[in-house]
């Protein structure tokens, strides 16, 4: 344990000088880690800051006492200490009583802060000691002219110097002045560095620095760990190695003063956040604002940034909660808490001020006491946050500016400036409350290198501060890239703690430090496909919007596989990734809500609000919490070439995947309506990405994008079973063929129509026109052939221009030229198409799909009878024992009555709405397969209704079925869309001569055994 002189420095000053009072006494614990004072190593000087506002230095006010007097009880007087310093602005001061307290001319003290003084010269003057300085603030305090005790006070102020000046106005003693908290801080800290060293060396050289003549106690704590937070952002618990901000900070404390809302603006990179969380917010804690209606000392302090929740005012409600610890939220109410909560806000802005006042209550908290919203990452409100959420919030903002106990500060990329103009109230707001954050000074780069270096002890080679900050220069985001650099050069440092040039060039400088610990954590993992499993991870890290802006997001550690949960646990304990727990419900003690702080914490530095997580977990840590990732900081986007490079690559998916999940949001925002859905059109980019990319989707955003044709054949189910449907079926099958109709046996494979054979069993006898048939097992095809379908036959070289398929045929009618299709969509039944027509495609699609074997194949639809399981045809295979053609009436008529139940129609009993007639009214097709509720037994469909279907036999003897050359009339079976339903019962005979390609005329195809003379 090293033991150090100390050094007693007292502080006096009135209350309107807090913020200077907070940076000196950030100057006394500056001083104290100084190279300057170092004596045979760290830590060559302890310094007392005596003040009544230093944490710990309360002293006990009994009410016997005037305030003088239990302080000077309570604390050493300014003559018993080394150094004395005295501020001044616009107050002079507490009075203080006579006689008690007089002058030795008898005249009153003007103020305690004067006793103060003048205490501390009286001492200076008779025994050299303490050395007292004398600072005043010439910037004209903002005074209300009405106000006559302000106006008195400054007159005192005035008074009070006027004896340091001649009768010339020239100064006859020493005072210091200055115009900003800034540059008073510049100059105490030079001041006290030479008095300081004054008096050591003074005492040093004389031999005197002894237990009794100068304390010496024990060195003053070096911060452990890391003094440079790497690419995370500084947190209010940094504050102690945060410097190079502090012009900022003091200007940002007045705009916070002035205004209730305030928005920092600067790229990324450029420590908003840190200036914030580390600067202005231990400022405010320091009272740095006070006034005769507040005093921030006694504020509290939310912080959320848009996107951390489900919505930013979910986000909202878990800060407060937290923030607000006297407000117990019973676990079982909580979610009742929360959407009352959000309904009240978003219903009514102003609520949020009347709940927080209410907080505010609840917590017993001063009437001066406010609360600052630190919305941090305010550009989420434009990449996270669903549009519909934006004017809310927005709404909620201007609230705050509004209210008398609220105040707002935002962070935000100034590359998202643009976005909140198109927001009127927001715009606005940003007019009047816009900070904009320049990048740091060189000065301010090299006091953000070396007082963080002092505070922990570390060395350096010379020059090497320097070189750094020439390394980082002034474009945007180069700060972050330094602070990563100097946090990797930290990890180089060992026993020595030295920081040197060969350590420095070894990790690759400012520019190349992110981008070579990225290579090498990469380079070290032995898992497969690594490159792939990269992709998969950062595609769940980044967004980009339609301006190609790459920025983070949050993913749950649930959403990825061991294999990327190992790739994420390399880069965090490389520090470019961090992984937090966040807690979801209430703690038993009523602690509220805990939200995570990304932007603030890594994994080197615990949260307050959530756990360190030492290894990542498919989920949560346990009941209620949720475990996530994100990246450190967007300069690894920039940084670091491969992630880079595949960002440019894949923007276009990366945009497109977070068009899809604020789509799904919104989706479920309302409701699930299907009207928020992706057309198919829209769809399809879609799954390109998605195979491109593999994201890995919630539930929710895979039901999001379920295909269109899914969700209309689902609705085609759901439709009502009457007449009040035929249109929307109509339009349902035209959307199909627009879209792409996917179902099985509608369309077309590899050239050749793609049917759905169903097995039409048991066998039977039927009798037609007094003739018995006896019906063997066979399949037959679920639709009527399409247009799609039958347009294969005329397009294949092999098909409807061969003249095997027309032999036997009158000459007149081989290749006979086809009719016009009435219906022009492609699942749609092929229409005016003649019995010679249908034949001839027969024996095409028999020569083509020769070898086509089914095997006792059950029923695909819904329709299959549990007494027909296990009864199917005998394996049937095309060109040995079976061929396609065209059903024999017999074998159409015993599949559309359901064999022997010999039902009236295909369903049963008539039923309207059960087919496409014409008492549907539509007067042309539908696509096949619209009235899914009007199958036959065998599952088939349309067999009423929409078409007639030819069959092979002659119309006037129809044991005749090769009449194909002998000009008699064939059958019609079903009925179509011009007839009634009489003529669509499943016994109902019609003809057309074989010649005829009426639009009312289709087709369907049988596999059953070949047809014997």
Request: glycine letters at 8%; proline letters at 7%.
């Amino acid at each position: 344990m090293r033991s150090v002189p100390q050094i007693r420095v007292f502080l006096a000053s009135p209350g309107d000088v807090n913020e200077e009072r907070a940076v000196a006494l950030e100057v006394l614990d500056m001083l104290e880690y100084d190279p300057l004072f170092k004596r045979n190593g760290a830590g060559g000087v302890s310094i007392h800051a005596i003040a009544w506002d230093k944490p710990g230095g309360d002293t006990p006010m009994r009410a016997t006492m005037t305030p003088q007097t239990a302080i000077k009880q309570g604390l050493p007087r300014p003559s018993e200490c080394d150094v004395a310093f005295v501020i001044f602005w616009g107050r002079m001061g507490t009075p203080l009583p006579v006689p008690e307290y007089q002058k030795p001319d008898g005249t009153p003290y003007l103020s305690g802060t004067e006793w103060e003084f003048w205490d501390a010269l009286h001492a200076e003057r008779d025994h050299k000691k303490p050395i007292t300085l004398l600072y005043r603030r010439i910037e004209k305090p903002s005074i209300d002219l009405d106000d006559d005790a302000r106006v008195a006070q400054y007159q005192l102020v005035k008074s009070f110097f006027k004896q340091f000046e001649d009768s010339r106005g020239a100064l006859t003693a020493g005072v210091n002045t200055y115009t900003t908290p800034e540059e008073f801080g510049k100059k105490l800290e030079r001041h006290l560095r030479k008095v300081i060293s004054e008096i050591l060396d003074r005492e040093n050289a004389a031999g005197i620095i002894t237990d009794t003549v100068r304390p010496l106690v024990e060195a003053p704590p070096l911060w452990t760990g890391s003094p440079f937070p790497g690419l995370r952002a500084f947190s209010e618990t940094d504050a102690p190695i945060f410097f190079g901000r502090g012009a900022e900070t003091s200007e940002l404390v007045k705009r916070v003063e002035a205004s209730r809302f305030t928005a920092v603006v600067a790229a990324s990179g450029s420590g908003k956040s840190s200036l914030v969380a580390a600067g202005l917010i231990p400022r405010l804690k320091a009272n740095a604002i006070v006034s005769g209606e507040t005093g921030s000392k006694d504020w509290r302090f939310v912080r959320f940034t848009p996107g951390q929740d489900a919505s930013p005012f979910a986000a909202l409600f878990a800060v407060l909660c937290e923030t607000f610890p006297e407000h117990a939220v019973s676990p079982f109410l909580i979610e009742q808490e929360k959407e009352g909560f959000i309904t009240s806000i978003t219903k009514t802005p102003a609520a949020l001020v009347s709940i927080c006042e209410a907080l505010l209550r609840e917590a017993k908290a001063p009437a001066w006491s406010e609360i600052l919203f630190f919305v941090d990452q305010f550009e989420e409100l434009f990449t996270l946050v669903r549009d519909d959420d934006r004017p809310a919030f927005v709404a909620l903002l201007e609230a705050i500016h509004t209210s008398r106990r609220l105040r707002c500060v935002v962070t935000m990329r100034s590359d998202f400036y643009a976005k909140c103009l198109e927001l009127p109230i927001l715009a606005a707001l940003l007019k009047e409350a816009t900070y904009p954050l320049a990048a740091p000074t060189a000065g301010a780069l090299i006091e953000m290198i070396k007082r963080p270096a002092e505070r922990a002890g570390l060395t350096w080679d010379d020059g090497l501060p320097e070189r750094i900050q020439a390394d980082t220069g002034s474009d945007a985001g180069a700060l972050a890239l330094m602070a990563y650099a100097l946090d990797e050069l930290y990890q180089t440092s060992h026993a020595d703690k030295c920081l040197t040039f060969d350590a420095y060039k070894s990790i690759g400088g400012v520019e190349g430090a992110i981008g070579k610990r990225a290579e090498t954590a990469f380079a070290k993992l032995t898992l497969p496909d690594k490159d792939r499993l990269l992709q998969r991870v950062f595609r769940e890290l980044v967004t980009v919007d339609e301006r190609a802006t790459a920025t983070r997001q949050r993913a749950t550690l649930g959403k990825f596989d061991a294999d990327e949960r190992a790739l994420i646990r390399a880069f965090a304990d490389a520090r470019l990734l961090v992984t937090t727990a966040l807690t979801l419900n209430p703690s038993p003690e009523g602690e509220g809500l805990h939200s995570p702080r990304p932007s603030e914490e890594g994994l080197d530095s615990p949260r307050p609000e959530g756990k360190r997580l030492d290894s990542p977990r498919p989920s949560g840590e346990g009941q209620g919490v949720r475990a996530e990732v994100e990246v450190a900081h967007e300069a690894i986007f920039r940084s670091w070439d491969w992630l880079r490079n595949w960002i440019a690559e894949a923007q276009e998916d990366l945009i497109l995947l977070r068009q899809v999940r604020a789509a799904a949001a919104e989706w479920v925002r309302h409701a699930k309506d299907d009207s928020f859905r992706l057309p198919a059109e829209r769809l399809k980019p879609v799954y390109e990405m998605i195979e491109r990319q593999q994201p890995a989707l919630s539930d929710t955003e895979r039901d999001f994008i379920e295909p269109e044709q899914d969700r209309l054949l689902r609705e085609l189910e759901t439709l009502p079973r009457d007449d009040s449907s035929h249109e929307r079926r109509r339009d349902i099958g035209d959307r199909l063929a627009v879209i792409g109709d996917t179902r099985p046996g509608v369309g077309v494979k590899d050239g050749v129509p793609e049917l759905l054979w169903l097995p039409v069993v048991p066998g039977g006898d039927i009798t037609i026109e007094k003739r018995k048939f006896t019906v063997q097992p066979f399949y037959i095809a679920q639709y009527q052939i399409t247009y799609a379908q039958f347009q294969t036959f005329l397009d294949a070289l092999d098909g409807f221009d061969d003249a095997r398929w027309w032999e036997g045929m009158p000459d007149q009618y081989k290749k006979q030229e086809m009719n016009q299709q009435r219906t022009k969509i492609t699942n749609a039944p092929r229409d005016s198409v003649s019995w010679y027509q249908s034949v001839a495609f027969a024996r095409w699609l028999n020569h083509r799909l020769r070898g086509l074997t089914l095997v006792g194949t059950t029923p695909a639809s819904s329709a299959a009878k549990p007494d027909n399981a296990g009864i199917v045809p005998t394996t049937m295979s095309v060109g040995e024992n079976a061929e396609i053609r065209l059903p024999t009436e017999w074998e159409w008529q015993w599949m559309a009555q359901g064999g022997m139940q010999a039902r009236a129609y295909p369903w049963g009993d008539w039923k309207a709405g059960y087919a496409n007639t014409s008492e549907a009214g539509l007067s042309r097709t539908t696509a096949v397969g619209m009235y899914p509720h009007g199958e036959a037994d065998c599952g088939a469909l349309d067999v009423a209704g929409n078409l007639w279907e030819w069959c092979l036999n002659d119309y006037s003897n129809p044991q005749i079925f090769d009449g194909y050359n002998n000009s008699e009339f064939k059958v019609l079976r079903g009925s179509s869309l011009f007839f009634d339903q009489v003529r669509a019962a499943a016994s109902f005979r019609s003809n057309s001569f074989p010649g005829s390609g009426g639009s009312f005329c289709g087709v369907r195809m049988v596999v059953s055994p070949p047809m014997r003379l």
